[in-house]
């Protein structure tokens, strides 16, 4: 087991992530602490970041230290983005924090930078091409990925903080100035030349901006998962924020429910960027990425390559599996058997092909609740597969997987249809309520745990589906408690079921 | 790390727990499995067990042994109660486990039994003095315990499943039935001599048939916290249950709400002897334990001896602090300084004494949501505390410390108040919120992990409350953190918060 400590220093704000790697290299984030020092600010007068906030910085590089060694961290990683990058006396801070605090910052140039924000989105988010956006304090990073490659990015030199002193931005905006920024923005995006070729792709946000803009649209429509990561928006959402907030003062914007005070004075500026991009290439949808810099610097160190990965979802669960230290062939075997059960099953009953990774997910994960408690442990499944790091399902899926999880045990489980009446259908709570009976045979054919049943086979006839078992022993006991389902069975399949 | 698999092999049912033990003896239940075998049924033409369930059973022992051996368990312990204790083939059934399974089943005696009941009850639940009731399939262990010491116990010879054949109460009963099982009860009740001793005392019950009540009570008064140990009842509760299962036949009990399937026909004659002996005692209140035997036996195992927890919530905190590797350091510091906090204010703002040891497990606690995700983790310890095996609190207390913990962080927590209308009153509620103040900024007073801050002073004038800091480094950062409640503060506590 290894402890790392990873410390972005941004324009706006510096971020110490501490995350614990077991020794199957299974990881979770185990503290956090964020500061903001607003690094980048007051610079324009002579490209020197200031010496209070050189101090300051000091001063919070000093507590994350001290955490670091706390928490008994192995090793720390510092970076260090914009604002450093370009400020005229980087040396002095980089030294500084060398010789006060033993830590070596490595400045990030703008490609380097944007890397790690698409190493951070790409191992996290399931997609293949897009258009990846960090917007920083003082600088904006755009990367255009296909088939989960970089192909172009370029860093620019705006972000939250030097927007909002250049145009004025922090109270409420007056015409000329909105004017001055929007052609400032128009003519910054047409210097980029390939920009035409993110037209109409995914626009993934990176950064506290827009998480700002998730958390606050969240509110706006009442959304009921508290899931910020892979919250997915359209143009008109963010241009509707963006009118929302230039005519508020700094005062009226703190009070906006979603947004983080430290950040109302910086907001409007970010989120005009943002959405003149989305709409300039017209994307398909925006969506939040909760992983940026930090998870890229990461994944980086443990992989000890550059390469994505090719399966964001399996890498997910597979790091749940081991980290919580789950049965792995207990759940891979009710994972074959319900996979086995859905391929027969999937055409006859219009559960078509899209649930196969829900119901993966499900199967791989059901038993993870055990980790909070054995008592009700369905339940705790459900909390956590839509709570822990589940990557590479969009929310409607994790909480499919959620509920199906929580339809292993002969405990009940309710599908609380009115509070998710906006994001499950009749059609999903058909597909839940058919996989979970799915699940519970399967779960009840390796009961034993050790592999008992070796294999299923399934006909299908006109009345009736019939699972023929090979076993090693008497699987009387596997085959009464799977024929507990029966009734809904025949309910939701309509034919009658036997096991033999 | 260590585990051991505890098979009890009752008269109604057969269960295996399996019970992982870490080296610094935290633990944690990991499976659990339940095979209704009846083995009690059918004893009464010729005192043996029959054939046919002993068959049973020893497919069920089998079917156990095989998860513990795929679990990896290291020890088994077996016991048999009433059922084996009293069939004229015990030595059959002993011997054909052993020599079959390999298992060696120690028969308890009605002592033996009491004991272990005790021995779950006093070590998961707050009481001094109480009457503990298992009722089983074939027995009943009654034992009377004051200042944590079982002063007097007795094993009855009627359970659910003999209560049950001897009186005809599968099906809806009727008078001459009903009047011939009343006198019975009494009957046995009176022949125990020191029962009278047991007035006015609470009545805890232990087993499926309270578990069962306990489940039916709360679907019946939509009670919201999924929590069957230590849910409290009055006789009246009981008593209406009774008469509601009493002329109910076996396929309406089947449909009632709360109570499985398998109970329905044997359930009427376990209610009515626990609703008789609590109006007989008067029970003063009647608590569903949901551990008792199993618990018993591995409580006796894992200390090594008999002495009852002198504190079983001290004691379960620590359980969760070791199991779920919780900074202990952090966690108690957190704790010294909240409880600080709390002397200093209590009298002044109306806290009240009983708050403490909510306090004291909120902060303990406060990070346990990490387990599930760093991110949010707030809302998740409020999850954990509310589910895992935290015991010495009353649910009430439980559910206000789980709020508590859920306030230590800036990001916001909201009390659903509508939601536990019936469980918190307002000054509940403003207790959850006050205690929340008081944890965020001890929280905050030791974030940096490392003890800077070694101690506190309070003091508190008209309009003001000073906290003065001893620390080793400059506390800038934690005094910033912590001045975030400042508002908060002075709208709970009528005064301004200075720290220093």
Redesign the interface.
């Known amino acids: 087991m290894k402890k790392i400590g990873i410390i972005d220093i941004g324009s706006n704000s510096m971020r110490l992530v501490v995350i614990k790697i077991n020794d199957d290299l299974s990881y979770?984030?185990?503290?956090?602490?964020k500061?903001t020092v607003k690094l980048g600010m007051d610079m324009t007068y002579d490209g020197n970041l200031s010496r209070d906030r050189v101090d300051k910085a000091m001063?919070?590089l000093?507590?994350f230290k001290?955490?670091c060694?706390?928490?008994g961290v192995d090793e720390i990683i510092a970076v260090a983005t914009e604002a450093v990058r370009r400020a005229r006396n980087q040396q002095y801070f980089v030294e500084r924090a060398k010789d006060m605090l033993g830590i070596e910052i490595k400045v990030l140039s703008g490609k380097e930078e944007a890397f790690y924000d698409y190493f951070g989105a790409v191992n996290t988010l399931d997609f293949n091409d897009a258009l990846i956006m960090d917007i920083g304090g003082c600088s904006n990073q755009l990367i255009l990925v296909k088939d989960k490659k970089i192909i172009e990015s370029v860093s620019l030199p705006f972000g939250s903080l030097n927007l909002s002193e250049k145009f004025h931005l922090k109270e409420a905006v007056n015409e000329q100035n909105e004017n001055d920024f929007i052609t400032y923005l128009a003519d910054e995006y047409n210097k980029i030349p390939w920009l035409n070729k993110a037209k109409g792709l995914p626009l993934i946000g990176i950064g506290g901006t827009i998480r700002g803009i998730g958390k606050i649209n969240r509110k706006r429509n009442h959304y009921l998962l508290?899931m910020?990561h892979n919250y997915k928006m359209e143009i008109r959402d963010i241009k509707d924020i963006y009118e929302l907030v230039k005519s508020k003062d700094v005062s009226q914007k703190q009070k906006l429910k979603g947004l983080s005070k430290d950040r109302a004075d910086i907001f409007t500026g970010a989120v005009g960027a943002i959405a003149h991009l989305a709409e300039l290439c017209e994307a398909s949808e925006i969506l939040v990425s909760?992983s940026g810099l930090r998870e890229g610097l990461f994944f980086e160190y443990l992989f000890k390559d550059k390469k994505p990965l090719t399966d964001v979802l399996d890498y997910s669960i597979n790091n749940i599996v081991n980290d919580f230290e789950l049965?792995k062939l207990?759940a891979q075997r009710v994972w074959s058997f319900s996979k086995m059960l859905y391929f027969n099953l999937k055409d006859a009953h219009n559960i078509g092909e899209a649930p196969q990774k829900i119901l993966k997910t499900a199967s791989l994960l059901h038993d993870c609740g055990?980790?909070?408690?054995?008592?009700?442990h369905h339940?705790?499944s459900f909390?956590?597969i839509l709570?822990?790091?589940t990557y590479g399902l969009t929310h409607k899926e994790q909480l499919m997987a959620a509920h199906i999880s929580a339809f292993h045990r002969k405990e009940e489980f309710k599908i609380d249809t009115y509070k998710y009446r906006n994001i499950l259908n009749e059609a999903d709570i058909l597909t839940i309520q058919k996989l979970g009976v799915l699940l519970k045979i399967s779960e009840c054919l390796d009961?034993?745990?050790?592999g008992?049943i070796q294999g299923i086979q399934c006909s299908i006839d006109e009345d009736s589906v019939t699972i023929k078992l090979s076993s090693k022993?008497?699987p009387?006991?596997e085959i009464k408690d799977a024929l507990e389902v029966s009734s809904a069975f025949k309910k939701l399949f309509g034919k009658k079921l036997y096991i033999k």
């Open positions: 979770r984030v185990i503290d956090e602490k500061e001063i919070s000093s507590f001290d955490m060694i706390a928490i508290e910020p909760g049965d207990h055990v980790n909070i408690s054995y008592y009700d339940r705790h909390y956590m709570n822990a790091k009961e034993r745990l050790n008992n022993d008497n009387e006991i």
